[in-house]
């Protein structure tokens, strides 16, 4: 017999057939499986999400605990296990508005209709939608986050005017940034496998107060992943794959995860793989970009050859390997183990922006890549819950990081590589408590300590006899050490249905010291530095609904960046003509931020969402003309080079402008648009470096029961020569020339076209072809053009 039950705002169709503790959920109109799905307790200190195949399991619930169940597309619901008898649920679909659902903003999951940031959320379903080849790509997909490449093997995220060590990445509550983050743009991210994130959370604007030092722009908070237990006394076994081929630089990537569970004990496995070639740039406009030449060795020499097809950038191509191990153990409802192992290793990556300099006429390198950038993690998780009078929740991340970086360069028609070679050992534990109090009010606080240990060397090697010489390292060759101490304290209160306040402090400590041994290459007028700070930030955030429809934000926060070894010691980074050199009085940077933000919704229409910011940047961090031992010019590597250092600015401004509009055409369609405008000027009227040029997105979907297809145009601004940073101006490689021959970065935009086909329950096809009229351009500040017309496909298996 089958019953129907009626459950607010929801349709359940029931069949009669035993219902376990694992809930497959439903589209109820296109029957197709329902990802991203949440469900929790009243008190929510219980949670679980809907997998890549709708499946949800309800084995931390008893059976008359009442569950609550949301989604942005559809409509809530609340039930109990008791309730159900079929392991099938059919769930109807919402007419948009501003929608509820969880989100780590404050390290604990929240309710985004009460938090006062802008924050940006990349679910799992659009992760394989957008299918990205890089964790920089997906960021750059989600038209919310601008992102410059050096090289392919790269991507450096630029988030409100600020970049590489003044934004935070965070991976399963651990913080990426280490202490040689350096002021210039890296590419550290793209060693998270994007296939293994489960969902992430862009959050704009200084986090310094739940996340520390370096979170000015805004934090990038990355979720992978969980081991999955079994809800009957069998063993479980479930697993991906997935494969994928993209034209412009004949990618080949292949991806395996698999889970085996038990009641208690649950062990997932990843491994992928990824193949990249020399890039192909597109063929339409910017000639100047084109590759005519490039250096090779031919019998043991130097010679420039002619590229036979100019539009192949030669010398980019790189492999990467991911591994990642997790082991989850759950002895009771109230205590949840979950230890997480990552690898990383890259291959020798080309630093194409360098290839392409050249020097009295001829290209100026021989060599210049990466050697193997290797990162690997440790992460032991514990979460506790029962409420006690001293929190309801409490969360222990304990974590090591060693990661390994390389730089070697060669001149042309030199036989001396330059090897420098530096190790991080990273170690942080983080102790967060959630405490829900007798009001519709919550205390989140915590402590955190970070320390990192930085070893530089260096060698010389000949690459004829492979002699080996001393060379001058990037950092103090001897005791190099970065340490943070932190406590913090944020308060929530729902004051009624429609306003809430969350408030916060945290208090901050930071040390860096560093000591040179060997002075045999440079005269320092000191070989120890020693420096200590000290920060205190705050926030306070308003969220007000003054109808159902409407929802307007405001935040008041402040954040600091704490010199770290990068910034206080390096003792030379050389670019073009210039080299960088330590400087002992870098005193932290402050940033004070407004945030007002504004979102409508239109009953059967769709959603508007606006928001400003305006950032007061104090002691900014700039690079500048600098003396050392009384020069301004001294020789590096073999050539003159004026110095620089990073030092203080009086200040600096930072303001801007997003918006995000959807519009539902029909059932089927909608029309989604996003604009980012940054604008920033220094103390004495400069260009900041960080600045991306207006950008944005607009997109048409279309979604059926199988088929799921987009078409979009992504587009960026102009930035004329006098708007480009000082530092930019400079570096005419890498620019188009105006009508005065200044470089400039112009205007580009794509036709781009993507789609899915369901086919059956587990498998999945992609396809798609990007920059459809080969437009030939290159993002802001980006070494590498970006990729021409490029056919995507690719295949996803669930079992």
């Known amino acids: 017999m089958i019953r129907r039950i009626y459950l607010t705002s929801f349709s359940v169709f029931l069949a009669l057939f035993s219902f376990g503790q694992t809930l497959i959920l439903k589209d109820a109109e296109t029957k197709d499986l329902v990802a991203e799905v949440a469900i929790y307790n009243k008190d929510k200190t219980k949670s679980a999400l809907s997998d890549s195949v709708g499946k949800i399991f309800l084995d931390i619930f008893s059976d008359k605990e009442m569950i609550y169940m949301q989604h942005p597309a559809y409509k809530k619901i609340k039930f109990a296990k008791s309730e159900l008898e079929s392991n099938i649920l059919y769930i109807e679909k919402n007419v948009i508005e501003i929608e509820e659902f969880v989100i780590s903003a404050y390290r604990w999951e929240q309710n985004i209709n009460e938090i006062p940031n802008k924050i940006t959320r990349l679910s799992q379903k659009d992760i394989i939608f957008s299918n990205p080849q890089t964790t920089a790509d997906l960021l750059a997909n989600s038209n919310e986050v601008f992102v410059q490449k050096s090289q392919l093997g790269g991507g450096s995220p630029m988030i409100r005017g600020f970049s590489t060590n003044t934004v935070l990445l965070v991976i399963d509550g651990v913080r990426m940034n280490n202490a040689i983050y350096r002021e210039g743009n890296l590419q550290n991210i793209i060693s998270l496998d994007p296939n293994v994130i489960e969902s992430s959370e862009i959050i704009f604007g200084p986090g310094s107060v739940t996340y520390g030092s370096d979170a000015l722009?805004?934090?990038?908070?990355?979720?992978?992943?969980?081991?999955?237990?079994?809800?009957?006394?069998?063993?479980?076994?479930?697993?991906?794959?997935?494969?994928?081929?993209?034209?412009?630089?004949?990618?080949?990537?292949?991806?395996?995860?698999?889970?085996?569970?038990?009641?208690?004990?649950?062990?997932?496995?990843?491994?992928?793989?990824?193949?990249?070639?020399?890039?192909?740039?597109?063929?339409?406009?910017?000639?100047?970009?084109?590759?005519?030449?490039?250096?090779?060795?031919?019998?043991?020499t130097d010679s420039t050859i002619t590229n036979s097809n100019p539009n192949i950038q030669y010398e980019t191509g790189y492999n990467q390997i991911n591994l990642m191990q997790k082991i989850r153990f759950r002895p009771s409802d109230k205590l949840d183990v979950n230890y997480a192992f990552h690898y990383s290793k890259l291959s020798d990556v080309p630093r194409y922006d360098r290839l392409i300099q050249y020097d009295n006429g001829l290209l100026a390198y021989g060599?210049?890549?990466?050697?193997?950038?290797?990162?690997?993690?440790?992460?032991?998780?514990?979460?506790?819950?029962?409420?006690?009078?001293?929190?309801?929740?409490?969360?222990?991340?304990?974590?090591?990081?060693?990661?390994?970086?390389?730089?070697?360069?060669?001149?042309?028609?030199?036989?001396?590589?330059?090897?420098?070679?530096?190790?991080?050992?990273?170690?942080?534990?983080?102790?967060?408590?959630?405490?829900?109090?007798?009001?519709?009010?919550?205390?989140?606080?915590?402590?955190?300590?970070?320390?990192?240990?930085?070893?530089?060397?260096?060698?010389?090697?000949?690459i004829v006899t492979n002699e080996l010489s001393p060379e001058s390292t990037r950092y103090p060759d001897g005791d190099n050490k970065y340490t943070t101490l932190a406590a913090y304290l944020s308060y929530k209160e729902n004051f009624s249905e429609k306003f809430t306040v969350i408030t916060g402090i945290r208090a901050n400590y930071v040390s860096t010291y560093s000591t040179l041994i060997d002075t045999t290459f440079y005269n320092l007028p000191y070989n120890e530095i020693s420096v200590s700070n000290s920060a205190l930030n705050g926030s306070v955030g308003i969220v007000y609904k003054p109808k159902k429809t409407w929802q307007i934000n405001m935040n008041l926060s402040s954040g600091f960046h704490a010199p770290n070894i990068d910034d206080m010691a390096k003792i030379f980074d050389s670019e073009p003509g210039n080299v960088v050199v330590p400087n002992e009085n870098l005193n932290p940077e402050y940033a004070y931020n407004i945030d007002l933000g504004i979102s409508k919704t239109f009953k059967n229409i769709g959603s508007l969402s606006i928001t400003g910011f305006y950032t007061i940047l104090e002691n900014a961090f700039i690079r500048s003309d600098f003396t050392f031992n009384g020069e301004d010019s001294i020789i590096y590597d073999g050539e003159m080079s004026k110095t620089q250092a990073i030092v203080n600015a009086d200040g600096a401004i930072v303001y801007g402008l997003s918006a995000a509009l959807i519009l539902n055409l029909s059932q089927k369609l909608n029309l989604s648009s996003k604009i980012n405008c940054t604008s920033g000027k220094d103390d004495e009227?400069?260009?900041?470096?960080?600045?991306?040029?207006?950008?944005?997105?607009?997109?048409?979907?279309?979604?059926?029961?199988?088929?799921?297809?987009?078409?979009?145009?992504?587009?960026?601004?102009?930035?004329?020569?006098?708007?480009?940073?000082?530092?930019?101006?400079?570096?005419?490689?890498?620019?188009?020339?105006?009508?005065?021959?200044?470089?400039?970065?112009?205007?580009?935009?794509?036709?781009?076209?993507?789609?899915?086909?369901?086919?059956?329950?587990?498998?999945?096809v992609n396809f798609g072809i990007e920059n459809i009229f080969d437009n030939r351009y290159r993002p802001y500040s980006s070494g590498i053009v970006a990729p021409g017309r490029n056919l995507i496909v690719g295949l996803r298996l669930n079992f």
């Open 217 to 300: 722009g805004g934090v990038m908070d990355f979720h992978t992943l969980r081991a999955k237990l079994s809800t009957s006394e069998s063993t479980k076994f479930s697993g991906n794959a997935f494969t994928r081929y993209s034209s412009a630089n004949k990618e080949k990537t292949g991806h395996l995860d698999f889970n085996i569970a038990s009641e208690k004990w649950a062990f997932l496995s990843n491994i992928s793989y990824s193949d990249y070639d020399d890039l192909r740039m597109g063929s339409n406009n910017n000639d100047e970009y084109i590759r005519f030449e490039y250096v090779k060795q031919v019998n043991g």
């Open 367 to 462: 060599d210049w890549y990466y050697g193997p950038q290797i990162w690997m993690m440790h992460n032991l998780n514990m979460n506790y819950v029962k409420p006690t009078w001293f929190f309801d929740k409490s969360n222990l991340t304990i974590a090591y990081q060693d990661y390994q970086e390389s730089r070697n360069s060669r001149k042309y028609q030199s036989e001396d590589l330059s090897e420098r070679v530096e190790n991080v050992f990273a170690y942080s534990i983080n102790l967060d408590f959630d405490k829900n109090l007798k009001r519709d009010n919550q205390l989140y606080y915590g402590l955190e300590a970070v320390y990192n240990k930085v070893i530089s060397e260096a060698q010389n090697r000949n």
């Open 685 to 764: 009227g400069n260009a900041l470096r960080h600045v991306a040029p207006l950008f944005g997105s607009t997109r048409l979907s279309f979604t059926d029961k199988k088929f799921t297809a987009s078409v979009f145009a992504n587009y960026n601004g102009k930035i004329d020569y006098e708007n480009l940073a000082p530092s930019e101006q400079s570096k005419s490689y890498m620019y188009a020339s105006d009508d005065n021959g200044n470089p400039f970065s112009p205007a580009w935009w794509t036709l781009n076209f993507m789609a899915s086909i369901n086919y059956k329950e587990n498998i999945k």
